[in-house]
């Protein structure tokens, strides 16, 4: 393999200017290897045996082979509020083109100040990247679209938070890094011709499917709405909160993407919030599917001259694509439950079964992950046990057997999912370089529909909830 099995194009630099700026990472100077995705290489094409022992390339000392590094520009509604933004502490080398002839933006995050640093230090801190490794790859052995991650490398700088830190980078990989954000920003900034020229480009790299022109923005719209339905109930189903879902954390592609905030539910609480800044709880867990909506009526707006010359006209394509949304996830959110408890047919009542299932979590504080994979063991709880018996009279009336309904809820419901204690603990071994609990956590987080007894224990209830910090 020549040249590591770099294979890099530009294609965003053919947007208008507004778009990016030309920027190279910051001096690493002690680059050092934390983690290398050896399988994820493989899959992009790259020498990983070569690569792994390449701290240099993944701490951003060294470009590889085609890189044109380039910060991009985009905007976002964080908490709300209309704020401009850009990569502020990551730079995009390029496009990795795969074996196979797909497209990922190879990114490094925390590569050192850019135009768009505002008051950041353009610098990330060797944990809160590590975290983004593990989760972002529990997320893709979960079956979640999310951004992956090719690599963890520590730059040898300090980065100043509360205390001194290790500066580290993270090697982010994704379908794409347009945001609705992106979006937000063109409306804000740019020229009618510069939003058509995005929304173009978007639906050439993610929807290369022909689509009728008369009508292609308003399809576009409608499936990124329907790739965020799907995304948002996939989080839902397996109770991920991803705490700070502005539009700027918004990947049109419907993959994850910033991995801030972030964690997973043990007790189940329709309330959780994670994240210490989110106060008013606007990113809660129940308000994720309203809040995905919202943000698509953010890009819909910044479509709107797009989508018909009549401005009411306009309006009403785009409230009918947020109506395709709200259908789009309740059918999967409904599916993905009904898989969840092992349901191969739909009867009406279905819905009602599903609540009074949920309520009774809530009502004792059931542990979300392993109530769906334990369902059919007895809970000393006696209305637990009358919902039980319904839902085996319910079973029993859909025509397939016993053994094939439990193989069905074996495939929608985790046994491991990375739990905030285990991440913690992992994490606070890496910081003092030892990185083995987080290898066998990943082993573990890598076969998320298999027993592992340790990680499928759920931590005991502390007096404190546990709490994310931005500021990563
Ligand atoms: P995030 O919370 O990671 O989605 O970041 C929100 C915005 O803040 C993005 O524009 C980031 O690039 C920027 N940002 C976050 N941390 C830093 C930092 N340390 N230095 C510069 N910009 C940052
Ligand atoms: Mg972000």
């Known amino acids: 393999m020549q040249n590591g099995g770099w294979n890099l194009e530009h294609t965003y630099t053919e947007l208008p200017e507004i778009f990016y700026r030309g920027q190279n990472p910051a001096i690493a100077p002690v680059p050092q290897m934390v983690i290398f995705n050896e399988n994820l290489a493989e899959f992009l094409g790259l020498d990983s045996d070569r690569l792994k022992d390449r701290p240099d390339i993944f701490a951003g000392a060294l470009l590889p082979h085609g890189a044109k590094p380039i910060a991009q520009a985009y905007a976002g509604y964080q908490f709300g509020h209309f704020t401009m933004l850009g990569d502020g502490r990551a730079v995009l080398l390029g496009e990795q083109i795969t074996p196979v002839g797909n497209r990922f933006d190879i990114q ?151 991995y801030g905030p972030c964690a997973f539910m043990d007790f189940y609480n329709p309330d959780t919030v994670f994240s210490s800044i989110d106060t008013a709880g606007r990113y809660s867990y129940k308000s994720q599917p309203k809040i995905g909506a919202w943000n698509l009526s953010r890009l819909a707006e910044a479509l709107l001259s797009l989508l018909h010359i009549d401005e009411n006209e306009a309006i009403d394509l785009a409230n009918n694509e947020i109506k395709t949304y709200w259908e789009c996830y309740d059918k999967n959110w409904l599916s993905g439950m009904r898989g969840k408890l092992g349901m191969e047919n739909e009867e009406p009542e279905d819905i009602t079964l599903i609540s009074e299932l949920l309520e009774l979590m809530k009502k004792y504080e059931l542990d979300y992950t392993n109530t769906f994979h334990k369902l059919s063991m007895p809970k000393e709880l006696p209305d637990f046990s009358a919902w039980q018996t319904k839902w085996q009279a ?51 987080l890598s076969k998320p529909y298999i027993e592992s007894e340790i990680y499928s224990q759920h931590p005991e209830p502390t007096a404190c909830g546990y709490q994310t910090f931005c500021g990563t």
Not at 160 to 180: F, N
Not at 431 to 442: I, S, V
């Open 108 to 258: 490094l995050k925390g590569s050192g100040p850019t135009p768009f640093s505002r008051n950041g230090d353009g610098y990330a801190a060797l944990l809160p990247m590590l975290r983004e490794y593990i989760i972002s790859e529990a997320m893709y052995h979960l079956g979640i679209p999310t951004t992956r991650s090719l690599a963890v490398a520590l730059t040898g700088n300090n980065v100043y938070r509360e205390k001194v830190l290790q500066g580290a980078v993270l090697t982010r990989v994704a379908s794409s890094h347009i945001r609705v954000g992106t979006f937000n920003y063109a409306s804000a900034f740019g020229s009618a011709e510069d939003i058509r020229a995005l929304a173009d480009y978007s639906i050439r790299r993610h929807f290369p499917w022909p689509i009728n022109s008369k009508s292609k923005y308003v399809e576009f719209l409608r499936e990124v709405a329907k790739l965020q339905a799907s995304l948002i109930a996939k989080w839902q189903l397996v109770g991920f909160v991803h705490g700070v879902m502005n539009t700027d954390n918004m990947a049109i592609s419907g993959e994850t993407i910033d």
């Open 394 to 444: 319910r079973l029993s009336r859909q025509p397939i057997s016993q053994q094939d309904a439990v193989d069905i809820m074996q495939k929608h419901n985790p046994a491991t999912i990375p739990r905030n204690h285990r991440v913690e603990e992992a994490l606070a071994a890496a910081e003092y370089g030892d990185y083995e609990a987080m290898h066998t956590l990943l082993a573990a």
